[in-house]
């Protein structure tokens, strides 16, 4: 089989790298990919939102399926292009269609879908231009902090969360007014919902699920928590409150519900559902819905698959998921991330990096990395991702953290304290 996974982070690299290990893998491709991915398979310069350049290398290379790792292109239909394709029709795609990634893609159908189908999640509604007096009227009636959310897609800034009315209202006007494109010509406002998040993870094939290990993600950018929101600092997987207990309320009051909606919506969901969860004193409610992996939490939910992922994949593909085998490392697995000074503000890029020779017992899922002049570059935000197992978390962050020290570049920042909460 010749695979062509899309995406270029983290998240992409960790997917490659477990694909490679699987013996019905021949070759992998990855568009465009990074030079960690260039290690292991053939990076081609794809944009995975420009679907005739997917087209065109997924003839060139004879690809048999493809993955989609991050939620632009699913969002924007590719995988409808492939089945409205006489070339690609037959080639699967793993990622939902257009009409089922609106769960990540329209927070405005996410909320109606989590309530149509009494799944837990904070009380909402949504407002256009027209409604902007009602949106004020709605924000009287909730308690601060107050939480606009830009209906579409906004590369990852469209979630406010502020203490004073004033500036929600301001806010949720901004957004009414084009902050976000049109990302925001909806908005939904909702009750704040206080307790601890988690990352929730399945892959199906619009039949029946397997639940892949749960993660928690550091999204700020300072210790304790503190600073501005990220793409996520690191991640620890599994997480101790998520118990047997709790895991069985999240099947029955979300994961199962969200299944058996899907399908009496008529939605034919074929991919990997992120369940972001919060853990609201013991009891799991929505806080929102991704169409695709997370990503660090990628960087250490795929370490703990122990069977091949490749199964579970082609599974989905051929609708026969439930007589796959999915098998989970019980072993701790944390990872760090390496970030550029002044992520997620202004930073540089072109950075070399030294110490990718020096690390031993982890391994370093690129992020924002490419190859200039034989020397392993950054060019992003987040840049490395350093992975490791443990029997304990705090053996897991031990190698995480004594990987980090080796490795460098001018001005690498990262966080010390991943799973401090735990
Ligand atoms: N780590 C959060 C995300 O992937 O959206």
């Known amino acids: 089989m010749n695979i062509l996974v899309l995406g270029s982070g983290g998240r992409e690299h960790s997917l490659v790298w477990k694909l490679a290990q699987s013996r019905k893998v021949s070759k992998i491709f990855i568009g465009p990919g990074n030079a960690g991915t260039s290690n292991i398979g053939t990076n081609l310069?794809?944009?995975?939102?420009?679907?005739?350049?997917?087209?065109?290398?997924?003839?060139?290379?004879?690809?048999?399926?493809?993955?989609?790792?991050?939620?632009?292109?699913?969002?924007?239909?590719?995988?409808?292009?492939?089945?409205?394709?006489?070339?690609?029709?037959?080639?699967?795609?793993?990622?939902?269609?257009?009409?089922?990634?609106?769960?990540?893609?329209?927070?405005?159908?996410?909320?109606?879908?989590?309530?149509?189908?009494?799944?837990?999640?904070?009380?909402?509604?949504?407002?256009?231009?027209?409604?902007?007096?009602?949106?004020?009227?709605?924000?009287?009636?909730l308690d601060p902090p107050y939480v606009i959310k830009a209906d579409g897609l906004a590369a990852g800034k469209g979630v406010v969360i502020v203490d004073d009315i004033g500036t929600a209202e301001a806010e949720a006007k901004a957004m009414l007014e084009g902050k976000f494109d049109k990302a925001g010509h909806k908005v939904v406002i909702e009750q704040f919902l206080k307790g601890v998040e988690l990352s929730v993870f399945i892959v199906t094939d619009g039949h029946s699920y397997k639940l892949l290990p749960e993660a928690k993600d550091y999204k700020r950018i300072g210790e304790r928590d503190s600073g501005l929101n990220t793409g996520g600092m690191g991640a620890v997987s599994p997480v101790p409150f998520a118990d047997k207990k709790f895991m069985e309320k999240v099947k029955q009051r979300i994961i199962d519900p969200t299944i058996n909606g899907l399908s009496e919506d008529g939605i034919n969901?074929?991919?990997?559902?992120?369940?972001?969860?919060?853990?609201v004193n013991g009891d799991p409610y929505v806080i929102e819905y991704n169409a695709r992996l997370g990503d660090p939490e990628s960087e250490v939910i795929i370490p703990r698959i122990k069977s091949d992922l490749f199964d579970l994949i082609e599974g989905v593909a051929m609708g026969d998921l439930e007589k796959r085998k999915l098998e989970i490392d019980n072993r701790y697995v944390t990872t760090v991330m390496l970030v550029s000074g002044g992520y997620p503000g202004s930073y540089e890029?072109?950075?070399?990096?030294?110490?990718?020779?020096?690390?031993?017992?982890?391994?370093i899922f690129h992020s924002g990395t490419k190859i200039s002049d034989n020397k392993v570059i950054t060019s992003?935000?987040?840049?490395?991702?350093?992975?490791?197992?443990?029997?304990?978390?705090?053996?897991?962050?031990?190698?995480?953290?004594?990987?980090?020290?080796?490795?460098?570049?001018?001005?690498?920042?990262?966080?010390?304290?991943?799973?401090?909460d735990l």
């Open 45 to 141: 310069p794809v944009n995975p939102e420009n679907f005739e350049e997917v087209r065109k290398a997924v003839i060139e290379n004879s690809i048999n399926i493809v993955i989609v790792g991050p939620e632009a292109p699913l969002v924007s239909g590719i995988h409808d292009f492939f089945l409205n394709d006489k070339l690609l029709k037959n080639i699967p795609v793993i990622g939902p269609d257009k009409s089922a990634a609106r769960l990540e893609g329209s927070k405005d159908f996410a909320k109606a879908f989590l309530t149509r189908h009494n799944i837990p999640t904070s009380v909402y509604r949504s407002f256009d231009k027209s409604t902007v007096d009602e949106a004020y009227d709605f924000l009287r009636t």
């Open 269 to 279: 969901y074929k991919g990997f559902i992120f369940f972001g969860l919060i853990n």
């Open 349 to 363: 890029k072109g950075k070399t990096i030294f110490g990718l020779d020096l690390t031993r017992d982890s391994v």
């Open 380 to 420: 992003g935000g987040r840049v490395l991702a350093v992975s490791s197992w443990g029997n304990t978390m705090n053996e897991a962050l031990e190698g995480s953290y004594r990987n980090a020290s080796l490795l460098s570049f001018e001005n690498m920042y990262y966080r010390t304290d991943i799973g401090f």
